[in-house]
């Protein structure tokens, strides 16, 4: 069977369906392919096209279609084009001449873009799911080492000193903002198009608002070549989940670093950790690295539909058919990442003494004492330069910060008063850093306490 069979005296070739069937594929839409039927029947009703009795049959046969659709018998021997060819050739078996009425006025056009908007909106949801459940397991994990000073890197060079709660809120405002794009694509993906047909506007007088209300859109779409022509709804999400995976990909570079043997800092746990086949002593970060991994596949699923879209002139073309692959492997991915990121996350054990060292053993409070020097009136430039000296001296003399007592410090300049020696340790240091999105311990501390309250609003 097929949706449009009249107009050809001859078959297809057989390496052309299958060249370019995609059931394979788009039978994940079945479900919400036979939703938007049963939505469309109801508007078929409206306007006069089928009858009370007639939609209440159709709609209780999609019913069992529905139930139908979770099993594999559904899909055996099938030959059909895609999902929306499969749907009603299955109805048709249940209803008989019935079926030929529900594509009444309808195009495969809308009605694609109608199922990916509806399974998109469900698999946005999901993805916001995730990044939340992440987000407080990154919550979690700070509170667990409130205190704890890591050195924080430029260049990867041990560069100032921070409280680990900080480093980890870095990360809670990128998953943050990713929520909020996928909030934001959420609200463009959620615009009906039933109503557009193939490209020109239904030559039935629908209430589109009312299809809309029936499948719980928020706004119906202005412009039906618009409709045909348009993926960029998919594009958004594909954007939100490039970013969401490449922080990901930042947080799993980082711990895969920490938890190295040449950092030493943190141990993941035996879960999600794996051996080797060969060396015994192994512990690899195998999950992380995946999701690092995985961040590449995802940013050439949005690569691939963007070259995909570009360049094809208005409206539908069948291009527009490989828009699936790639968003439902990104969606996989996404969810599948963020997902095994918040389990790492809750396997992390820190050893604080061990990062704390790190940042003792540096120069990590050089600005410190710079600063606090500029605040006792010598100009910031000169203060940079009387540190520099310090810092040249102790590396010469292989000497750490703590090794300078307050005399030392008198005799190697006399504007290096007593007060200052205190400084040297990158837990004082911190303190002079109390200002709204640094890390002293008490913003850190407010930092903590409202990243919870946003949370719970999520
Ligand atoms: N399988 C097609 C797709 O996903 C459905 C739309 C077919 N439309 C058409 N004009 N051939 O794009």
Known sequence: MKLWGGRFAAESSEVFERFSGSLHFDKKLVDVDIRGSQAFAAALERVGILTAAEREKLVAAFEELRAEATTPAFYEGATDEDVHTLVIRQLKAKVGGLADKIHTGRSRNEQVSLDVRLWLREAIDETRAQ????????????????????????????????LWPHYILAYFEMFARDYERMTEARARVNVMPLGSGALAGSGFPHDREAIARDLGFAAITRNSMDVSADRDFALDYLHAANLIMLHLSRLS?????????????????????SGSSL??????PDSLELIRGKSGRVFGDYSSLFVTVKGLPLTYNRDLQ???????????????????AAVV??????????????????????????????????????????????????????KRPADWTAEEL????????????????????????????????????????????RLRLL
């Open 322 to 340: 490989e828009d699936k692959e790639p968003l439902f492997d990104a969606v996989y991915q996404t969810v599948g990442s963020l997902e095994m």
């Open 131 to 162: 990044l939340a459940a992440l987000m407080a397991s990154l919550l979690e994990l700070a509170k667990k080492y409130p205190d704890a000073v890591i050195p924080g890197y430029t260049h990867l060079r041990r560069a100032q000193a921070v």
């Open 253 to 273: 570079e980082d711990w895969i670093l920490y938890s190295s043997e040449e950092f030493g800092w943190m141990e993941l746990g035996d879960g999600v950790t």
């Open 345 to 398: 996350a809750s396997t992390v054990v820190l050893k604080p003494a061990i990062p704390e060292q790190a940042a003792e053993e540096s120069w990590v409070v050089a600005t410190d004492l710079a600063e606090a020097l500029a605040r006792a009136g010598l100009p910031f430039h000169q203060s940079h330069v009387l540190v520099g000296k310090l810092v040249l001296e102790s590396t010469r003399d292989g």
């Open 410 to 453: 008198a005799a190697f300049d006399p504007r290096l008063t007593p007060e200052f020696a205190a400084l040297l340790k990158p837990r004082e240091g911190m303190k002079t850093r109390e200002i709204r999105g640094g890390t002293g311990p008490a913003s850190v501390a407010a930092a903590l306490a409202e990243a919870e309250a």
């Open 279 to 284: 060396m015994p002593q192994k512990k690899n």
